[in-house]
Each structure stands twice: as structure tokens, then as C-alpha cells.
């Protein structure tokens, strides 16, 4: 075993960990792909992602650090192309740094690191997605609605399913180049899928993998009237306020849910089958998480954008068998701790001199004491300022500034979230604490300003740039075709012998 890893990172899009086999022994969904990685890695039990929303938490995961100190609010945020990302360190050690699939990054920079990106993004790039904080209740056409819930059910194709189908695709066949072509360099591969992410609909044989019968309903739907402030602001930005949903749709949408989970975990098994086939399991750290959640209809909310365990809490698994023993982590870390756990295990060192939020795993995975927190930060649709969230021990804290009332939570006494200890007497010490350091880490007065200013100057350009001729930032995977199956500027013979793998 070479001391210069590689490193495969294995992404979902908005997978709920508490409803996982993973974390959950009564679990339905199946995912025994899921359940072989994590019986030989180290799985973190209580890891979630720094902001409720795919691109801010993607921009988080990838440079390790807070939203709020890169800038990234919402889902049109631009990613500054200056901000390091664990794709520099790993390309300034000599890695091959790739990735396919989506990391919904917004600007012209679409590499942000990586040498190479395999294939387009599903999302737009632009900023046409900016949230406006100025005209709170108007609701833009591109929010979420609970279409994806009204329609769910089986399917042949999708959007989705077009994408993930070639991010694998494309995954498993730069595995095979490497192997053929560059076997002694080291390299991270990030292979980033859209599924299970709504809208709720999955190819039938998926489908069929689960019957109504093996899909519970949510667990707990808090009336509307009784939801906290931030809650019914969602349910008005998705949709649902003043409505119901018919119980089959709900499942429906569960079923389907469960189905792209099952879909998800067999691309698993593909990439996994893949690193073997090309000799690589040995050598190869394998890393999967998410973005961030779902609620799926629990709390009678759907998608994600709140601090409820549902929508914020992230599968992780690291498994590197010849490195780590296997164990299960009760700690709260976050996937900021990713960006400096993926330098270390390449050898590296993220410079001091930087900003960086998160904090190396490799305590927790050797199997020492490390750090027991996660800090959140939400700054998109739906929330009027920003909502801050600190995870620590026994402990959740919510703070929406003077809009909205504190949450505090004791997830060991009521993993479900049903009881706000907030205003209890028992309490107010922990409260007061918790609010002081939510004084001494944000400058919410400055912060919210610059939420403000930025929705104000990205809605600006983005309506100066949908007029006239118009330049696209997505980014465009180029294939030479030349340099593809049988050319006549090479032997025959030798490049049937390059191509082959094992060599004859």
C-alpha cells in the first residue's frame, strides 16, 4: 500500500441520513452497497452540512469554509475563483484532481481546482437563481412547488437520470484511463450524482424494488399554525401553505425517494466493482456524503432549508481498511472537515496562513478524541436574515436574529425535535451562553447587509445579461475525438496493446 492514496469522493444530492440503514436499523430503504462501505470504514453518525441548500453547502464542503465568509448565500451565489479548494492542494501534491457530475458552482470559474470536469452540471451557472430579500413575499417561479410530491411515481427516463447515468459513465471510464495511462500518479476522483434529489420519480425497476406497504408515512406533521416562523415561510415559499396533500402523493413521493436512494447505492457498487476490476481498492480512499437533506414530508415540511435533522443531517463514511479501523463516530463534525481531512490524507497541509472553518477528521479516524461541533449558516429563500444553527454535544441550537424565535433542542432525550427547551428555566444558562457566542462568531447587523447588497447586484446583472447576445458560464466537457479508438497516427497494434487492460 503506497503512502500517497488515491482518493474516490462519492456525492448524493439531498439524502436524508436519519431515514438511512445507515443510522437507522428499521430503516426500509435498502442500500446494501451503503451498508458494505460503511462495515469496513468509519461512519460519522452525527454529521451535517453547513447550510441547508445545495450550492452554499457545496461551496462550504470544498474550501472548508462558512458560507457567510465566502459568499456563499444561496443557490446563484458566485464562487470567487481565488477561494482555495481541496482540488489545489491536491493538484500542488501531484494529484490527478477530476470531477463528474455536479458541484453547482455559479460563475465563470466551473473548475474551481479540478484539472478536469467530465461532464456539465445539471444546474445553471448564472444568477438567475438570486433570492430577493427586498420582496419577501413574492414568490419567483424557479422555487420549489409541491409538484415533484403531486407527480411522483415510476418512470423510464428523467433529467436526472440522463445526468447521473453519464457521470458514472464517465467516472468509471476515467478509472479505466487512469489505470492504462497515468497508473503512477495519484488521484482524486469527486463523483458528484443528482439523485435523490426531487422531483420524486425514479426508473420502475427502482420502483418496484419497495410496495406502499414498506413505506411508512412521516413519522410527526405539525399543524401549520403551530410551526415556527421559519417553517411557515417554507411552507409559503414551496407551495403548501393553506393546503394538503393527499396522503397516497405523500407516499408516493416517499416511495419514489427510497427507489433513487436504492439507485444511488448501486452506482456505488458500480464505481466500487470498478476500482477493483482496475486493481485500485487497495490504494484508494473511498469517501461518501451528501449535500445536505430532506424532509420528506416530515413536519408536514418538504425539501430542506431549515436545521432540522431531516434536512441538515448528511451521511458520511470514510473507508480506507489498510488505514482505519472500522467504527462509528458519535461526534458532530460537518463536511467543512472534509476539505482539510482529504489534504491530510494526501500528505499535506492546508496552509496556516488562510482562512479555514473546518477541522481535520483524522483525530476521529485513527480513533482519538477529536472535535464534537458543526455550525451552520442559512442566508437563502424563505429566511428574512440569516439563520444560524451550532450543533454541539447534546445540543441544537437555532437563532434567527430578532425575527424569530430560538430553537434549542437535546437530540439524545428527543431525536424527533418535538420539544423547544428555549424559553425552559432549566435552560436559560445554556440559552445565554449560546446566544453570546452567536454574538461573539457573527456580525448579524453586517452579515444581513451583505446578503442585501449582494441579491441587489446580482439581480442587476443578471437582468443586463439576459439582454442582447447572450455568453453562457456552463461548462462545456470537450472530447477529442481524435485522440479516440483507432487513428491512423498511431500503430494499430500499439494502441490495441495501450488500450487493453490487464496488459497481455
Excluded at 462519492?10 to 458494505?36: E, N
Excluded at 447515468?165 to 463523483?191: G, I, K, S
Excluded at 473546518?358 to 485513527?366: F, I, K, N, V
Aim: glycine letters at 6%.
Amino acid at each position: 500500500m503506497s503512502a500517497t492514496p488515491n482518493l474516490l469522493f462519492i456525492m448524493a444530492d439531498q439524502m436524508a441520513a436519519p431515514l438511512l440503514p445507515l443510522h437507522d436499523p428499521a430503516s426500509p430503504v435498502r442500500m446494501p452497497h451503503l451498508q458494505a462501505l460503511a462495515a469496513g470504514g468509519v461512519v460519522f453518525d452525527s454529521a451535517y452540512c453547513n447550510s441547508p441548500l445545495c450550492a452554499p453547502s457545496r461551496f462550504a464542503l470544498v474550501s472548508g469554509q462558512l458560507p457567510s465568509r465566502i459568499g456563499a448565500y444561496d443557490n446563484a451565489a458566485e464562487f470567487a475563483a481565488d477561494v482555495p479548494t481541496y482540488a489545489h492542494y491536491l493538484r500542488r501534491l501531484g494529484y490527478r484532481t477530476a470531477l463528474s457530475g455536479k458541484m453547482h458552482f455559479c460563475g465563470p470559474d466551473q473548475l474551481h481546482g479540478y484539472e478536469e470536469r467530465l461532464t456539465s452540471d445539471i444546474y445553471p451557472a448564472d444568477y438567475g437563481w438570486a433570492v430577493n430579500w427586498d420582496e419577501p413575499d413574492t414568490r419567483p417561479s424557479w422555487y420549489h412547488n409541491m409538484s415533484s410530491v403531486l407527480q411522483a411515481g415510476p418512470c423510464v427516463r428523467t433529467n436526472q437520470l440522463d445526468f447521473d447515468e453519464e457521470v458514472v459513465f464517465r467516472a468509471r471510464q476515467y478509472l479505466y484511463d487512469h489505470v492504462r495511462v497515468t497508473p503512477d500518479r495519484p488521484f482524486c476522483l469527486t463523483v458528484s450524482m443528482t439523485h435523490p434529489h426531487d422531483p420524486y420519480t425514479i426508473h420502475a425497476p427502482y420502483w418496484n424494488r419497495y410496495r406502499d406497504e414498506d413505506v411508512p408515512l412521516p413519522s410527526q406533521v405539525i399543524p401549520q399554525a403551530q410551526q415556527d416562523p421559519h417553517s411557515k415561510r417554507l411552507l409559503k415559499v414551496i407551495d403548501l401553505w393553506d393546503r394538503t396533500l393527499p396522503e397516497d402523493s405523500v407516499r408516493r413521493a416517499r416511495r419514489a425517494y427510497f427507489g433513487a436512494c436504492s439507485y444511488i447505492d448501486d452506482q456505488i457498487g458500480l464505481l466500487r466493482a470498478t476500482l477493483a476490476e482496475c486493481g485500485l481498492s487497495d490504494n484508494t480512499v473511498v469517501v461518501f456524503s451528501g449535500d445536505h437533506g430532506d424532509m420528506l414530508g416530515e413536519r408536514g415540511l418538504w425539501y430542506k432549508m431549515h436545521w432540522f435533522e431531516m434536512a441538515a443531517r448528511v451521511p458520511l463514511v470514510v473507508h480506507a481498511p489498510g488505514r482505519f479501523q472500522p467504527r462509528r463516530v458519535s461526534a458532530s463534525v460537518s463536511t467543512i472537515d472534509l476539505m482539510p481531512t482529504l489534504v491530510e490524507l494526501a500528505g499535506g497541509r492546508t496552509d496556516p496562513g488562510l482562512p479555514l472553518d473546518g477541522r481535520s477528521l483524522l483525530p476521529h479516524l485513527q480513533g482519538q478524541a477529536g472535535h464534537d461541533e458543526a455550525i451552520g449558516e442559512y442566508m437563502a429563500e424563505g429566511a428574512v436574515t440569516p439563520l444560524l444553527m451550532i450543533r454541539r454535544g447534546r445540543h441544537k441550537f437555532i437563532h434567527g436574529g430578532d425575527r424569530d424565535p430560538d430553537l434549542l433542542y437535546d437530540l439524545s432525550a428527543d431525536p424527533l425535535e418535538q420539544s423547544n427547551l428555549a424559553d425552559a428555566p432549566q435552560h436559560q444558562e445554556l440559552v445565554h451562553a449560546l446566544r453570546a457566542e452567536v454574538a461573539r462568531r457573527w456580525n448579524l447587523p453586517a452579515l444581513h447587509a451583505q446578503v442585501l447588497a449582494s441579491q441587489r447586484r446580482r439581480r442587476l446583472v443578471t437582468d443586463a445579461l439576459t439582454r442582447g447576445a447572450r455568453k453562457a458560464w456552463d461548462h462545456q466537457p470537450f472530447v477529442d475525438a481524435s485522440q479516440q479508438y483507432m487513428r491512423n497516427h498511431i500503430d494499430l497494434d500499439d494502441l490495441e496493446r495501450r488500450a487493453r487492460f490487464p496488459g497481455v
